[in-house]
Structure formats: structure tokens, C-alpha cells
């Protein structure tokens, strides 16, 4: 089974701070996105990447960015975190014949 | 454009009780059909899914679901739920025009004992 390790399941940050997430799936797949989840908007897509150094914006891209240098890794940064970006943050790794998600790290901006 | 609506935002049933959860799509041709679960503090978990063949599907944990195309629906449903059913259930539908798949908004089930 494919597995999506998201390295933290909380985080608690200051505003302000550069705030990085990180995502790592342990095989060949080409696609990983970026999700965050907040209640009553279902899941958003912030970035996706279908390769490395590649990337493309989601529908809420505004304020974040995103990293990826090794297939298996993707990286998502918040540079200059903000109380509205509290959410559940959610990786993903697949294609259309579906996707295989990390746990979520709910991160909390004070 | 390509879509998913589930209708009910919180559906409450008994435990033992049969479930049904339902998902409608807009979409041109046929679609590939997901069902997710997400417990509480976890990631999404696929239940099952459709591409093609048998319009009834079986997935994991006793859930089903069948494709009724004339109504563009994808509904859940389980003959006995558990306490442990109690989580939030996504359906999606993809491929949209950009090669991803759509999420509904998610319907949060809680079991009464």
C-alpha cells in the first residue's frame, strides 16, 4: 500500500512565522497535492505538483507556497503565517483513479 | 463544469439501523466514483470505488454503493452501522477537466447507542 507520512500531527505557530509542512509518500507517484480542510468548505486545493520541481496553484493558493525537490517529498510553506490559516492541512498522492492521503497536521497561528 | 453535491451536511442514525448517504455529480460523460471516510483527526481512508462494469459496488468495513447514472447519483449505504461508523464521508468524481478529482463537502454521520 501506498503510505503518505505527514511529519507532524499538530503544530501550534506564531503569527507571522515562516511555517513549513512537510509530505512524504514512499512510492513512484508523480502527483501530490495540497489540500486544507475547514468545516462546512470541504476540502480546498491550495498547490499540486505532477513532477519534480513542478508545480501548478489550486484554487487557494493565496498566501502559501510550495517545494519540491525529490519525487517523494512535497513541501508546503506558509511564509508569513497568519490566525486565518488555522486549519487541517491535508497530503495527498495519486491520480484519477484515486488518491491516498496523510493523517493531517492540524496547525493552529496564534 | 464537473461537480459533486451531498445534500446532507449531518445525518444521525441508531446503531444497528441502516444507513444511506447521498451523493449527486454533474458529468459529461461517465465519471470515476470515490467514496472517503475520514474519523476524527485522521486523513481520508477510500471506502470504494467505481470506474466501470457492475453498477453495485462492494468497498470496506460492510459499505456499498451503486451508480444510478439516470439519476447521477452515488449513494452509500450499509444494512447495520456500528458506533465505530461515526466519522465524516466524502464522495468525489473525477477526472475534471484539469485531470484531478472533485470532493463534495462531506456528510458527518453520528451513531446513537
Redesign the interface.
Known sequence: DVKVTQSSRYLVKRTGEKVFLECVQDMDHENMFWYRQDPGLGLRLIYFSYDVKMKEKGDIPEGYSVSREKKERFSLILESASTNQTSMYLCATGQIYGYTFGSGTRLTVV | AQSVTQPD?HITVSEGASLELRCNYSYGATP?L?W?VQSP??????LL?Y?SGDTLVQGIKGFEAEFKRSQSSFNLRKPSVHWSDAAEY?CAV??NRD???I????TRLHILP
Request: charged letters at 20%.
Open positions: 451536511i470515476y470515490f472517503y483527526g485522521q486523513g481520508l481512508q477510500l470505488k470506474f466524502f473525477g477526472p485531470d484531478k478529482i470532493f463534495g463537502k462531506g
